[in-house]
T-cell receptor, first 112, second 116 residues
Framework: AQSVTQLGSHVSVSEGALVLLRCNYSSSVPPYLFWYVQYPNQGLQLLLKYTSAATLVKGINGFEAEFKKSETSFHLTKPSAHMSDAAEYFCAVRGGYNKLIFGAGTRLAVHP | NAGVTQTPKFQVLKTGQSMTLQCAQDMNHNSMYWYRQDPGMGLRLIYYSASEGTTDKGEVPNGYNVSRLNKREFSLRLESAAPSQTSVYFC???????????????FGPGTRLLVL
């Protein structure tokens, strides 16, 4: 069975600082992994996805994530945080019948 | 092209009342999903429909029923609402572009449900 663990329910960074949101997965098969972002009172928007091609995946808004099989990780990074990045971020792994299994989410706060 | 739409956006129910949440997508996707989002728990799958005419239970199906009316529409029904069903409900649809291609679920804006 697949599962996802997001380390840290809340992360706070200064504007311009590095953003690092952690995600570890468990999967008995080669995983498909996703990062979604949710802005307040909105639905989820896909940031990026890993589907067994390049291990370094670039997404929208300057985010990227690196798939590390040896560490079972898929951490999300952005070199320089912007105020508009404040949102909740969800890591997910594809499960059976193509359903998504989500982590609990990490709320990112960006302060001046 | 509106993507995934959901109605209503917000609803207040009394315990025992029933209601149907509507979802429609205009992207010609085969698969559709209903999730609920609760604080600290991420999104959990309630029901899904791999194709028109088929539905299957997800992780938390108790207290819900679904109907895949046609390829576009996938509704979620609460027959007798309970306070534990207070949540934000998201509908999603998925394109299916082959092995690893197009593996993206598109989400609607959500329905906030409060059961008193």
């Amino acid at each position: 069975a697949q599962s996802v663990t997001q380390l840290g329910s809340h992360v706070s960074v200064s504007e311009g600082a590095l953003v690092l949101l952690r995600c570890n997965y468990s999967s008995s098969v080669p995983p498909y992994l996703f990062w979604y972002v949710q802005y307040p009172n909105q639905g989820l928007q896909l940031l990026l996805k890993y589907t067994s091609a390049a291990t370094l995946v670039k997404g929208i808004n300057g985010f990227e994530a690196e798939f590390k099989k040896s560490e079972t990780s898929f951490h999300l990074t952005k070199p320089s945080a912007h105020m508009s990045d404040a949102a909740e971020y969800f890591c997910a792994v594809r499960g059976g019948y193509n359903k998504l299994i989500f982590g609990a989410g990490t709320r990112l706060a960006v302060h001046p | 092209n509106a993507g995934v739409t959901q109605t209503p956006k917000f609803q207040v129910l009394k315990t025992g009342q029933s209601m149907t949440l509507q979802c429609a997508q205009d992207m010609n996707h085969n698969s559709m999903y209903w999730y609920r989002q609760d604080p600290g728990m991420g999104l959990r799958l309630i029901y899904y429909s791999a194709s028109e005419g088929t539905t299957d239970k997800g992780e938390v199906p108790n207290g819900y029923n679904v109907s895949r009316l046609n390829k576009r529409e996938f509704s979620l029904r609460l027959e007798s609402a309970a306070p534990s069903q207070t949540s934000v409900y998201f509908c999603a649809s998925r394109n299916s572009g082959g092995q690893g291609l197009g593996e993206t679920q598109y989400f609607g804006p959500g329905t906030r449900l409060l059961v008193l």
